[in-house]
């Protein structure tokens, strides 16, 4: 049985009552009062499987779905259309099974602040029906294992961000769930913190848990997932290991460069340059995956004058993720 | 795979429903002394002037502090019900996202919101318990004061704090955070003024025009109550209309407050 399942999970969000009100603002131009209320589609029918003991990551850009998807799989977000299973329970008709079996390390720390860092731990586990004498122990073992030991009777607000965020993973661990969601759990975290996050993920992954994690960093994904899942405007474009992805990435080194003009009278003559392997445009911005590493930029802007463009900036990217996602969904991550 | 995959045994609605509340109590707790001086200043306000200071001037009859004190208690009871659960609902979905964890609990969200609206209840009882003896010591002895109906008082307690708290459980999640000011001024004066708290409903006998537009307030009926159970020598409306009448506010009340919090908590 997968720790996960969805088909054809879709989620529609009614259009934002704004245009409404813009529509009554004295001098909306009947253009304005014509446009239909768009509704917003954040998932477009995926479909997912998640192993038993998988390190699972979901990678995208923002507004790719992936909140959205976390949304649903923990009960919060009631899909449109399509199913979800975790821990082989329906969220939609079981979500009260799917809770019993999933911990959520969120976005942005949540702690409850009217209460103690213990007491944090102790009434979410009091929550899921765990007695203090159980609880108490268990939640000075993960305080401990988090390296926030020194803070279990402090108030929440006088911890530091990463340690408010390890307080998140310790809640979302007290109660031995089946499955831990986390979203974005190192936005915002110094570079240190991080890596020190890295570490208690390896670990929890090292004791044969499913976790699922969506980041928009590519390292991220690249060096803690099994397999992930690049997801881009509520739809899922591939779906395989690190390992497997980076092969699929368009061989060579991509050379983005940023021109004056329109880049597309220029696919030609590139593509017949020495060491290239394939051209891409995209308004004034033109990829170039080159075999010879930077060694194509020189006659690359020299057939750019030429043709009497300019080139603004230039930069490369070595074959990786990033250069997968740049091919597959034409953007950058950040 | 280890114990991890094994599947949790199933958890007690009840005891999750209890451990949510001793969450609240512990809160409330902690927070008691900001919690009375917050919900119970304006009503002890309201003694010293009108059941204290007027009566000494002689501007009001003696009579008039047996009206107010039933009134008082209302106040008390149904403005610290509404905001011990409205308040925290604006600042949870509004900001903090602090209600998540309890959102996850492995309960109905149904379940989650009566649990706050059991909790304010018991908040506006305390306020009330908290402003009567300190009003009696103000007002000194007040003439047809009784406890003696004490199955009347119990029920029309325990529907009018269901019915404010329930009230909070609404506004709370319907009205945008930076709109609760508006609340205080828009909804909760105007229920204050003419909820026949201050002045009891049958003197609005001089005022017909008012007597019949006040009775959409539901302070009235709570405030009629106290008077009917507390001070029953005071001309007051009968108490099964006021039990009716709550029972029906508490209902309504309760299912929109219920509806509007699964909203916020559902996407």
Redesign the interface.
């Known amino acids: 049985m997968p720790a996960i399942e969805t088909r054809a999970l879709r989620k529609v ?1 009614p259009a934002p009552a704004a245009p409404k009100r813009k529509r009554g603002a004295a001098g909306a131009g009947a253009a304005t009062a014509a446009v239909p209320r768009a509704e917003i589609v954040a998932l477009k029918g995926l479909d997912l499987d998640v192993h ?2 998988e390190f699972f990551g979901l990678l995208g850009p923002n507004g790719a779905g992936k909140t959205t998807t976390i ?1 649903i799989l ?5 899909p449109t259309s399509g199913t979800a299973v975790v ?2 329970a329906d969220v939609a008709s079981q ?3 799917v ?4 911990g ?1 390390v ?1 976005q ?1 720390p ?6 103690n860092v213990i ?2 731990l102790t ?2 586990a ?4 765990i007695p203090l004498s159980a609880s108490q122990p268990r939640a000075n073992q993960l305080l401990e294992q988090l390296g926030i030991s020194d803070k279990a009777y402090a108030k929440v607000d006088e911890m530091s961000g990463g340690q408010q965020q390890r307080l998140m993973i310790a ?1 979302a661990l007290i ?2 769930p ?1 499955v831990i969601f986390l979203d974005e759990p190192t936005v915002g975290l110094d570079p240190q913190t991080r890596l020190s996050l890295w570490e208690i993920l390896r670990h929890l992954h090292g ?3 499913t976790i699922v994690m969506t980041t928009h960093y590519m390292e991220e994904a690249d060096k803690l997932c099994d397999r992930i899942a690049i997801v881009d405007r509520g739809e899922l474009l591939e779906l395989d290991t690190p390992a497997a992805l980076k092969q699929r990435a368009p061989g060579g080194t991509l050379v983005e460069m940023s021109l004056s003009g329109d880049a597309r009278p220029l696919v030609e003559p590139v593509r017949s340059l020495e060491g290239v392997l394939r051209v891409e445009t995209q308004g004034p911005l033109l990829r170039v995956f080159s075999d010879r590493g930077g060694r194509v930029i020189s006659p690359v802007i020299q057939t750019a004058e030429e043709h009497g463009l300019s080139v603004a900036n230039i930069s490369l990217t070595e074959p990786s993720l990033e250069t997968l996602f740049v091919s597959r969904t034409g953007r950058k991550l950040d | ?5 094994a ?6 609605a009840s ?2 429903f209890l ?2 509340l ?2 609240d109590v ?2 409330a707790r ?2 008691l002394a900001f919690f009375l001086v917050r919900t119970t200043m304006q009503p002890l306000l309201f003694v010293i002037v009108f059941g204290y200071l007027l009566p000494k001037m002689n501007f009001v009859g003696r009579g008039y502090q047996t009206a107010l004190l039933p009134g008082i208690l209302a106040v008390s009871l149904s403005l610290s019900a509404i905001q011990s659960v409205a308040l925290p609902m604006v600042q949870d979905f509004g900001w ?3 209600i ?9 969200t149904q379940l989650i919101a009566a649990e706050k609206i059991v909790a304010g209840m018991l908040q506006g009882v305390i306020a009330a318990a908290f402003v009567l003896p300190i009003a009696r010591l103000v007002m000194g002895p007040i003439s047809g004061f009784t406890f003696s109906h004490v199955g009347e008082l119990v029920a029309i307690v325990l529907l009018g704090s269901m019915a404010f708290s329930s009230l909070g459980m609404w506004l709370g999640t319907a009205i945008a955070p930076q709109q609760i000011g508006l609340m205080f001024s828009v909804i909760i004066a105007p229920m204050l003024f003419f909820g026949c708290a201050y002045y009891p409903w049958r003197g609005l006998d001089a005022v017909p025009v008012m007597k019949y537009l006040v009775l959409v307030n539901p302070m009235v009926y709570i405030a009629e109550g106290m008077r009917g159970a507390l001070t029953p020598n005071v001309p007051h409306m009968p108490l099964p209309v006021v039990g009716v009448a709550l029972v029906l506010i508490a209902t309504i009340f309760w299912s929109l407050g219920m509806r509007s919090f699964y909203k916020r ?3």
């Open positions: 969000y038993d003991g949304g923990t009960t919060r977000v009631k821990g082989g979500s009260v099974q809770r019993q079996r999933i959520v969120p942005r949540n702690p409850d602040r009217s209460l007491e944090n009434f979410h009091a929550y899921f029906g809640r109660h031995e089946q004791e044969g848990r | 795979m280890t114990a991890i995959a599947l949790p045994h199933p958890v007690r005891s999750v451990a949510l001793r969450r512990r809160v902690k927070e903090t996202k602090e998540e964890d309890r959102l996850l609990a492995p309960v109905s908590a559902i996407g």
